[in-house]
């Protein structure tokens, strides 16, 4: 069976190498031996989380702190994966109690700015932005900013990169910015995530039959504060900015993953 550690260890690295089956049938392994192996309860809900199994995450995790009710890493990833299905209310409540047990975590101060970016409340989010760089200045830093005038212009400029045959085929398409992805359409997500950076809402071109007219205006979002997070200083963002637009365009004329990655839309 080998050492528990030595086990405990292994599950990490699986898990950081996105072998999460593997970084779970570990913590199963373990859990089997002993119920109440907070250190594998822990694995397995970190590895359940990242592969997407939410609902089974969230459970294996109140049930850690059941047994242990001041564990900040399980609090913590309690309240990510209440941010990221888009209830804010309790991530907050999750981080209220972080900050009773451990009020200098960096991390908390970052996931407590995502979730009140998400809830508009854009200053208090970029002090604990702010908080979180000084705190871990390697780790976290201050988000960069454009104006709306320039975030505008690197849209337009990204634009005017594309084949003309490409351009053509966007006069009824509009393009909107927003801060950040609103929980109305988050909901019409199959797999909602208020970190993403655009999204085409609408039918793609290829989907269409002759006479369809789309129930819904055709449009692409941009979300300015999510695109600013992601990336480390202005070059880059105008970047990003470029990237995702296309990569969104892409979708709407109907290309695939692949296309859009042989068309430098990726």
């Known amino acids: 069976m080998g050492n528990r550690e030595a086990r405990i260890d292994l599950g990490w690295d699986l898990l950081e190498q996105g072998q999460f089956d593997g970084a779970i049938d ?4 373990l ?11 822990f694995l397995e809900a970190s590895a359940l989380f990242e592969a997407g199994d939410l609902d089974a995450a969230e459970s294996g995790l109140r049930r850690l ?10 609090r913590l990833t309690l309240a990510a994966l ?6 804010f209310d309790q991530a907050i409540e999750a981080m209220d109690q972080v900050a009773l047990i451990d009020p200098g975590n960096p991390y908390a101060a970052y996931l407590r700015g995502l979730v009140l970016d998400m809830t508009g409340k854009r200053a208090e989010a970029d002090a604990c932005f702010a908080r979180a760089a000084e705190l871990e200045p390697d780790h976290y830093r201050i988000p960069v900013t454009l104006a709306r005038s320039e975030f505008d212009r690197a ?11 490409f351009r053509g085929r966007l006069s009824n398409l509009t393009i909107q910015v927003e801060e950040v992805p609103s929980v109305d359409l988050l909901s019409t997500l199959d797999e909602p995530s208020p970190d993403i950076l655009g999204l ?3 039918t793609p071109l290829t989907q269409r039959s002759a006479g369809d007219t789309p129930r819904l205006p055709e449009a692409i979002y ?3 504060r999510n695109l600013e997070r992601a990336c480390d200083d ?17 979708h709407y004329l109907g290309m695939e993953e692949t296309d859009l990655d042989e068309a430098g839309f990726a």
């Open 200 to 202: 085409f809402v609408g």
């Open 222 to 224: 941009l979300f300015k």
């Open 31 to 41: 859990l089997a031996e002993e119920a109440d192996d907070a250190e594998a309860s």
């Open 26 to 29: 570990v913590a199963q392994a």
């Open 234 to 250: 202005r070059g880059e963002l105008v970047e990003e900015i470029r990237v995702t637009l296309l990569h969104e365009i892409g």
């Open 155 to 165: 849209i337009e400029e990204a634009l005017g990169s594309l084949p003309p045959e």
């Open 65 to 74: 702190l059941d047994l242990e009710p001041e564990s900040v890493p399980a």
């Open 82 to 87: 209440l941010h990221a299905t888009c209830r």
